[in-house]
C-alpha cells in the first residue's frame, strides 16, 4: 500500500490492514532475498528504550525507533520524526514541527503527545532508567500541537541535536510494542538472532530497501569470521584480535578500519577494599601495564594506547597527552614497584584480585595480557572472571562483588562531557562508585559556562579524575568490521553508527521498485 494512500482510509481499517500487511510480510520474509544479516556483538541488555544502556541494544533500537533526529549514512544528525525546526537567539528554546506523514507501525499518527509521554516516563524515577541523566539539560517540554513539540533547556547544550538520536527521546506509543521507525521487531531468538521486518507504515518507507533485518549475536569474533567467509553475514560487529595483516591480505578492502570516538579502560570498585582509600595501589597497577605492547601484540588492530579518557578527535579538544613515562618502560616498572610496597604489597604478601569482563575473545585475551604484565613486575595473583554480557553489567553496577572489571564508553554524542558524566557520584553508570566532590563541582561549572571555558572546565575535570586513578585508560577505539563487497550505504564515521535504513546490496538494487 503507497503511504500517502493511508489517509484516506479510517484509523481502524488501517490498523487491520497493517496487521495484514505484517503478517503477509512475515510469510514471505524467509524467501526475501531483500534480507541483510549484520553481526550484533553481545545480547543487548534490553530492547526498551528507556532501559537499554550498551552499543547492541542503541543498534537494534535505531532500526525499531525514530527520534525527533535521526542519523545519516556519515553518522550525522538530521531530520527525523520532526521535519524542522529552529530555536531562539540563545537556544535555549526550541520548537520542532513533526513530520505529519510519521505513523506507528499500526498505521496510526504520530503526535507530540507520544514525546510528551515517552520523556515523561523516561525521567519516572520508578522506571530508573540509566540514561535518564542524559536528559538534565532538559527544564521542560510540552506539545504545543499535535504536530508542534517545544523543548525548554535550562544549560547551555551545544550537543542537543546529538542527544535527541538516542533512544531514551525517542517516542513512546500508548502500546509500547508499537514502532516508530524503519523496521519493526518480528522474532527474537535470545543467544541466537533478532529479526526485524520492514516497517511498512514509516513515514520513508518507500526510501527503506531491505524487507528484512537480521542482527546476529556474535560474541566470539572468531566465529563471526567464520561466518562471514561462509557468506552467513554481510558485515561484522567486529574482527578476531591480532589478525588485522591476515585479514588485509586475505579480504583486502572487505575489511574497514577506521578512527572511533570511543575510549577502553578499566575500572576499580573504590566502595570497597583493597581499591578503597588505596591511591598508591591504584597507580601501581596502572603503571604496570605497557599499553603499547598491548596494542601491537595483543590486539593489532590500529588502535591507539591510552593514558587519557578523551580520546583524540573531538573539535576544539587539546591533543592527547600521554604520560611522562610512556616511552620509558623501566622507570615506569621501577615507579610502579615503589608504589606497590607503598601501598602494604611485596612478593612476600601480594595482592589478589580479581578482573571481571565480560565474553568477548579480544576482552580474554586483554585480561589475561595485563593480568601477565601485573605478575612479572608486581607479583600480583589475578583470577580471571568470564561472565556473559547481562550478568556482567548487572555485577557491575552492583559493584558488590565487582574488583577490576572492564570498562569503556562509545561516545553517545562529540563532547568530551558524555565521557567525564560517567564518574559523577549520582551516575547510574558510575560503576567505579567514584565520588569526588571537586569533580562534581567542576562538571556543574562547566555546564554554566561558555564555550571556550566549558573546555576548560572539562579538561580539568579529567585530569581529576585521572590523577585518583579512578580508571585505568588502555586504548582508544578504532571500528572494525567486514563488509561484504555487495553492500551499499556503509560509511567509515567517527560514531560508526550505521543504520540499516540506509543500506541495500549492489546486485538486487533495480528490484527497489
Known amino acids: 500500500m503507497h503511504r500517502r494512500a493511508q489517509r484516506r482510509i479510517s484509523s481502524q481499517t488501517v490498523r487491520w490492514l497493517g496487521l495484514i500487511v505484517v503478517l503477509t510480510m512475515a510469510l514471505a520474509a524467509t524467501a ?18 528507556h532501559q537499554a544502556q550498551g552499543l547492541s541494544a542503541f543498534n537494534v533500537l ?11 549514512s556519515s553518522g550525522q544528525p538530521v531530520a527525523g520524526i520532526a521535519l524542522e525546526w529552529h530555536s531562539d537567539q540563545q537556544q535555549r528554546v526550541w ?29 519516572d524515577p520508578a522506571r530508573a532508567s540509566p540514561t535518564a541523566h542524559w536528559l538534565d539539560p532538559i527544564e521542560s517540554f510540552r506539545a504545543l500541537e499535535p504536530h508542534v513539540f517545544e ?15 538516542l533512544p ?31 516497517n511498512p507504515f514509516f513515514r520513508q518507507a518507500d526510501q527503506v530497501w531491505p524487507d528484512q533485518i537480521i542482527w546476529h549475536v556474535t560474541e566470539d569474533p572468531g566465529a563471526e569470521l567464520s561466518r562471514f567467509r561462509a557468506g552467513e553475514l554481510h558485515i561484522t560487529e567486529s574482527v578476531p584480535p591480532g589478525r588485522y595483516r591476515w585479514l588485509r591480505q586475505q579480504l583486502g578492502q572487505q575489511l574497514r578500519v577506521s578512527p572511533y570516538l570511543g575510549s577502553f579502560f578499566l575500572g576499580f570498585n573504590l566502595s570497597q577494599p583493597p581499591f578503597a582509600d588505596n591511591l598508591e595501589l591504584r597507580q601501581a597497577l596502572s603503571l604496570a601495564i605497557d599499553r603499547r605492547l598491548l596494542v601491537e601484540r595483543v590486539l593489532g588492530s590500529g588502535e591507539l594506547p591510552a593514558w ?7 573539535s576544539g579538544w587539546p591533543q592527547s597527552i600521554e604520560a611522562a613515562h610512556a616511552n620509558n618502560d623501566q622507570a615506569r616498572i621501577e615507579r610502579s614497584r615503589r608504589l606497590y610496597q607503598q601501598a602494604g ?77 560517567l564518574f559523577e557520584s549520582d551516575s547510574p553508570l558510575n560503576y567505579t562508585f567514584f565520588s569526588d566532590p571537586e569533580f562534581d563541582r567542576l562538571l556543574v561549572q562547566a555546564s554554566q559556562a561558555s564555550s571556550a571555558q566549558r573546555q576548560s572546565l572539562l579538561y580539568e575535570a579529567e585530569q581529576r579524575l585521572l590523577d585518583q586513578q579512578a580508571i585505568i585508560p588502555l586504548y582508544y577505539y578504532v571500528s572494525r568490521h567486514l563488509v561484504h563487497p555487495d553492500v551499499q550505504g556503509f560509511a567509515d564515521n567517527p560514531m560508526d553508527i550505521h543504520l540499516s535504513r540506509w543500506l541495500s546490496l549492489a546486485d538486487r538494487t533495480d528490484q527497489n521498485q
Open 32 to 49: 526475501s532475498d531483500r534480507t541483510i544479516h549484520r553481526g550484533l556483538g553481545p545480547e543487548p541488555d534490553s530492547l526498551e528504550i
Open 62 to 72: 535505531r532500526d525499531i525507533h525514530e527520534g525527533l533526529l535521526t542519523r545519516d
Open 95 to 123: 520548537t520542532f514541527r513533526l513530520d505529519p506523514e510519521a505513523r506507528w507501525s499500526d498505521g496510526s499518527v504520530i503526535t507530540a503527545d507520544d514525546f510528551v509521554r515517552g520523556w515523561s516516563l523516561a525521567l
Open 151 to 165: 523543548v525548554q533547556l535550562n544549560i547551555d547544550t551545544p550537543w542537543f541535536q546529538e542527544l535527541l538520536t
Open 168 to 198: 531514551v527521546t525517542f517516542p513512546m506509543a500508548e502500546h509500547p510494542e508499537l514502532s516508530s521507525g524503519p523496521f519493526m521487531l518480528e522474532q527474537r531468538v535470545p543467544g541466537s538472532q533478532i529479526q526485524l521486518l520492514a
Open 308 to 314: 587519557r579518557l578523551i580520546p583524540p578527535g573531538l
Open 345 to 421: 604489597y611485596s612478593a612476600e604478601r601480594p595482592l589478589e584480585v580479581e578482573l571481571r569482563f565480560n565474553t568477548s575473545l579480544s576482552h580474554r585475551r586483554l585480561a589475561v595480557a595485563v593480568a601477565a604484565m601485573w605478575k612479572q613486575h608486581l607479583g600480583v595473583r589475578t583470577r580471571l572472571v568470564n561472565e556473559e554480557w547481562k550478568v556482567f553489567v548487572t555485577n557491575r553496577r552492583q559493584g558488590r562483588i565487582t574488583q577490576i572489571m572492564r570498562g569503556g564508553w562509545i561516545a553517545d554524542w562529540s563532547d568530551a562531557g558524555n565521557f567525564l558524566q
